[in-house]
Antibody, heavy 111, light 107 residues
Framework: QVQLKETGPDLVQLTQTLSITCTVS????????VHWVRQPPGKGLEWMGA???????DYNSAFKSRLSISRDTSKSQVFLKMNSLQTDDTAKYFC?????WGQGVMVTVSS | DIVLTQSPATLSVTPGESVSLSCRAS??????IHWYQQKSNESPRLLIK???QSISGIPSRFSGSGSGTDFTLSINRVESEDFSVYYC?????????FGSGTKLEIK
């Protein structure tokens, strides 16, 4: 069945870089688009960007040039990298297709 | 960016009642709206896609309607497991955006 799982750090230092891996199973990255969405504690959902099944990417301009999404189709993995982290980047980060979501990884940015 | 406005922010109902949740888009988006349910400490679950298309495994009491700028998620006879937060999301244009959510709570 379709599954997505995020792995990444619980804690990131202020101004440092966040790296999260999304490992998928049950489908090919060349067939489904994978999105990154985040949710600060107690708040709503924010779309960050997407890795399209054709290999292209799009980003929410709210993240300016801080965000990078890439993939390794041979490993069925999609990667999120975001630099210059601030305390308001503290959130649960999800990878998702339209219908299927990972469990998310809660990342705290600490000073 | 397309802004989605959900109303009400909180809806207090008794189990067994039927409810309608609203999502209004800042511009016309055809039927490119999707509804998610999120229970506390869980990932969102897709309930309805493209305004009214049902999703396999989702109870038939959930239905969606609307096109253009006004959309509705209806729950026929709310059950105890339905008390959670509901989000709409548009995929008409980038960036994808979500509404701020409607919390369905027990009266």
């Amino acid at each position: 069945q379709v599954q997505l799982k995020e792995t990444g750090p619980d804690l990131v230092q202020l101004t440092q870089t966040l790296s999260i891996t999304c490992t998928v199973s049950g489908f090919s990255l060349t067939t489904y688009n994978v999105h990154w969405v985040r949710q600060p504690p107690g708040k709503g959902l924010e779309w960050m960007g997407a890795m399209w099944n054709g290999g292209g990417t799009d980003y929410n301009s709210a993240f300016k040039s801080r965000l990078s999404i890439s993939r390794d189709t041979s490993k069925s993995q999609v990667f999120l990298k975001m630099n210059s982290l601030q305390t308001d980047d503290t959130a649960k980060y999800f990878c998702a297709t339209k219908e299927y979501w990972g469990q998310g990884v809660m990342v705290t940015v600490s000073s | 960016d397309i802004v989605l406005t959900q109303s009400p922010a909180t809806l207090s109902v008794t189990p067994g009642e039927s409810v309608s949740l609203s999502c209004r888009a800042s511009q016309g988006i055809s039927t490119s709206i999707h509804w998610y349910q999120q229970k506390s400490n869980e990932s969102p679950r897709l309930l309805i896609k493209y305004a009214s298309q049902s999703i396999s495994g989702i109870p038939s009491r959930f239905s969606g309607s609307g096109s253009g700028t006004d959309f509705t998620l209806s729950i026929n006879r709310v059950e105890s497991e339905d008390f959670s937060v509901y989000y709409c999301q548009q995929s008409y244009s980038l960036p994808l955006t979500f509404g701020s959510g409607t919390k369905l709570e027990i009266k």
